[in-house]
C-alpha cells in the first residue's frame, strides 16, 4: 500500500476589479448573462462566458425545468454552443459567476461535476488547458490553470 497526494493550485483574486481588463470584461459577460438565466425553481443563477482562440466570446446561463434532469447548466449551455458553432476553436479561458434570488453568495462557486466532465472533455479534445475564473455574487474571484485542479482523476476517452 502506498498513498497518493494530490496537491492544487488556485490563484484568489480579492474580487472582479483585480483582474486584468480582458479577463474583467470576460466576467462582467458572464455577470450579465448570469442575470438572463431561468431559475424559476432553484433561484439560483449562473452565468458563463468563454473565450475561444478565434476571439469570439461565447455565453450561456443555467435554464431550468420543472422535470429537472431536462435542465442544463451555464458552463454546459457555452460549452456545447461554441461546440456546436465553432468546433474547430479551442476554448482559452471560461468565466463563471453564480447568485442566488434569496441570499448573497459570497464565495466563489465552483462548476458542478457534470459541468467538470464536460469541460474536462473539451479539454482533452483540444489538447490544452483551459483558464477557469469562477465568482460568486461579490467577493473573491479563483483561478485554476487548468480543470485537472477541479477535477484530478479524469475520466476520458482513454478509459473506453
Known amino acids: 500500500m502506498k ?39 432553484s433561484k439560483f443563477r449562473v452565468g458563463a462566458a468563454l473565450l475561444l482562440d478565434n476571439g469570439k466570446v461565447v455565453l450561456g446561463s ?23 458553432v465553432y468546433p474547430e476553436a479551442k476554448i482559452i479561458c ?16 465552483p462548476p458542478c461535476g457534470a459541468c467538470r466532465q464536460s469541460i474536462a472533455e473539451y479539454e482533452f479534445k483540444q489538447e490544452s488547458p483551459i483558464e477557469i475564473y469562477f465568482t460568486g ?6 483561478k485554476s490553470d487548468s480543470l485537472k485542479n477541479l477535477l484530478p482523476f479524469m475520466f476520458d476517452k482513454n478509459f473506453l
Open 3 to 41: 498513498d497518493i497526494s494530490i496537491t492544487t493550485k488556485f490563484t484568489a483574486f480579492d474580487s472582479v476589479a483585480d483582474l486584468s481588463d480582458d479577463i474583467k470584461s470576460l466576467m462582467l459577460e458572464a455577470i450579465a448573462i448570469r442575470k438572463k438565466a431561468y431559475a424559476p425553481y
Open 94 to 109: 471560461m468565466a463563471i459567476t453564480a447568485a442566488s434570488d434569496t441570499n448573497t453568495t459570497a464565495a466563489p462557486i
Open 137 to 142: 455574487e461579490i467577493g473573491a474571484v479563483y
Open 62 to 84: 443555467n435554464q431550468e425545468n420543472a422535470a429537472y434532469p431536462s435542465g442544463l447548466c451555464a458552463e454546459r449551455v457555452a460549452i456545447f454552443q461554441a461546440g456546436a
